[in-house]
């Protein structure tokens, strides 16, 4: 095992192999921002600031570092400070709902929230989440995600986060963060960054596959792609206030993420000015010198892979400030970002100790459930935290129905004689709705996908049991074939049938995980079990063949989309618990579809460009992926290799009509930009540091095995690290300035949270009319895109939305506002966002292509 507390980031295998030949560079940047406690952090970090003051080194150590991978309830959990009334926090998955718990809801994905543009929605829905998980005490949500942004339509995890592009996509991970704050658990913005395959992600789980690399992915990227589209979510959620972040597993410009301190320091702390905690990926930790002065914060599970019973932080944190290598100020920043983080969401009002073990459904086991040490007790008090979640979860899950097609077939008046529900898609996973560990399979409907991005389902409703209910009440026949290779069986049934449900569809998930052969990321775009083979079977029998398609994102559907007898195509994403539900809802009229799909339908995989690597390109060294692409992904892709996709970014129907008119640019006044000089202040230490005797292991105090302690077993602090055999000569190396705690100049981006606070000025004000021209009531999505100009850029980006209901006839003014950094570019040379002096023109319409409104704006500075 090694314990590299010599590891320094820019000294990783990868870093070092740069000076062998042409590999992609991280540039450091050090030292670590110390937090401000700027802008609405103020209060929660004076607050910070005087408990940590009172903390001696071994219990800010301890609320750094987990303690180990299933020694304790939730999966990672941090040590604490009972002396000062600090109890152990709880870290828990997932984005959607609590994972490995019990009376808890399981909620639409990340892509179903984007698909629904619905501000509103994201924030009751982080809001449900947030309140669920503080009821089962829980401290910190892991979610919401927005990397993998999406720059691999067969990604595995993007559908966890929302959607490949920028700009919905921050926009709903920061209502999400406000929901679950605003409930009292502080939420999570991951996997940061450029979390985008799972192939090769980390070590464990390539071995696991028999692939023989030495190290993880690279990501390579520029800094103009970083600003202008993975960053960007990030920004936003610093703005809204997050007060986690997680680091992820592979590497970027050949640094790790979690050592990364161009990533860490440089863009997230100095540039964002973000004043919560970094914590790692589960077992992405590499270093502790390294990781420490890069910016990280808390190493999570806490032990350097699972139950090796040492960590990179622990003692080892503790002799890393004793021996100097690490300096008093970056610990005690450490402390402050996580306390402040804890009171800025009021989680001490709130605070209770978790009341259900991750690991057994038994109500009594092992306090240290791993080890089978500690008491016996009480593990699973069984608590329903449900509430009326459901409602909401429904509502969502109709919301982000996308209306691909429809020849009039729809909405179905509930009168049809004869209802054919045909799919294995449409019915119940035989081994129960939890039957396979974290989602891992593929039988019956698709409401999830797999991985740690999971919940427990307390019931799911299946497409075919909401059907079969419509159906009854309107005294028809129904009848459901689930089985997808009873062909002849789903040929017969269409044939006597008056209309075709046919239910398909195509899973992804993390890369643990490897379900027919897609290790996580999907093999291919095409449906799952036999899915295009069904559809065809029961639209050469049936003139009335309605398609659904529960997937993680798009699939192919060039084998099927024009049949004449395919008379509707609905997405409906991985709509969680109530997805039968939520389907009757809309195929009944019940909910008038108003989704918009956040992703393009190509004709092909390769028609999306960026394959993923599903190779080692290196031999066993680091796989390596060069985003060539630059920001050009999905839309921006498809515009710019001039290809038609089937259905564009944005697109959408409903079973009305809107009419768009009326474009108008008004300028507003805002002033001019100021990129931010001066200095930081001087790193701040509070309280102090003792001799090396005052942090051994207490005398008298019964060792868990594997549990990991913020102390030392002896003051031969070189023996008591565990790293001798490691060259502890090697471990003196520590990055230039990374210990300087004098006042550091300030980037001119910086100012204010999400950066240079100039760049959310409002420059330009556009309204458009909006009328609903149909005979029913109906929600639209009004889209804002704009065009940067220049000769590098997409041909537009979207850059506004709003969800509108509308009446029958209704007709309403739209506006939306442009701020400085929707009109900016990344400027490489300039270490700034600048308007360039390239004519913009701004276009409003109801898709990434249907844009009838048009118009140039004005000249900007
Ligand atoms: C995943 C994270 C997750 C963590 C804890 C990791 O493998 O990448 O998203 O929060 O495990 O389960
Ligand atoms: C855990 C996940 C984690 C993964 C990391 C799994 O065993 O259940 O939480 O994301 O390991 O590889």
Known sequence: MKLGLLEAAVLTAASVANAQDDLAYS?????????????EWAEAYNRAVEIVSQMTLDEKVNLTSGTGWQLERCVGQTGSVPRLGVGSLCLQDSPLGIRFSDYNSAFPAGVNVAATWDRQLAYLRGQAMGEEFSDKGIDVLLGPVAGPLGRHPDGGRNWEGFAPDPVLSGVLFAESIKGIQDAGVIATAKHYLVNEQEHFRQIPDAIAFGYNISDALSENVDDKTLHELYLWPFADAVRAGVGAVMCSYQQINNSYGCQNSHLLNKLLKAELGYQGFVMSDWQATHSGVGAALAGMDMTMPGDTLFNTGASFFGGNLTIGVLNGTIPQWRVDDMAVRIMAAFYKVGRDKLYTPPNFSSWTREEK????????EGDYVTVNEFVDVQRDHASVIRRIGADSIVLLKNEGSLPLNGKERNVAVLGDDAGSNPWGANGCDDRGCAQGTLAMGWGSGTAEYPYLITPEQAIQQEVLKGRGSVFAVTDNWALDKIEATAARSTVSLVFVNAGAGEGYIEVDGNEGDRKNLTLWKNGDNVIKATASNCNNTIVVIHSVGPVLVDQFHDHPNVTAILWAGLPGQESGNSIADVLYGRVNPGGKTPFTWGKSRAAYGAPLVDEPNRGTGPPQTDH??????DYRHFDKTNQTPIYEFGYGLSYTNFKYSSLTVQRLNASEYVPTTGQTRAAPTFGS???????????????????????INSTDLEASSGDANYGWEHSKYIPEGARDGSPQDLLPSSGGAGGNPRLYDELFRITATIRNTGSVYGSEVPQLYVSLGGPNEPKVVL???????????????WSATLTRRDLSNWDVEQDDWVITPYPKRVFVGSSSRKLSLKASLPTVQ
């Open 27 to 39: 540039p450091p940047y050090y030292p670590s921002p110390w937090s401000t406690g700027q802008g």
């Open 365 to 372: 086991g092992f306090d240290h459930f791993v080890v089978s």
């Open 628 to 633: 060539t692409e630059g920001i050009f992904i």
């Open 689 to 711: 540091i003792s001799d090396a005797a005052s942090y051994l292991f207490p005398e008298g105090l019964k060792k868990i095995t594997e549990f990991i302690y913020p102390w």
């Open 799 to 813: 850059r506004g939305f709003d969800k509108l209901d509308l009446q029958a006839g209704e007709e309403r003014v």
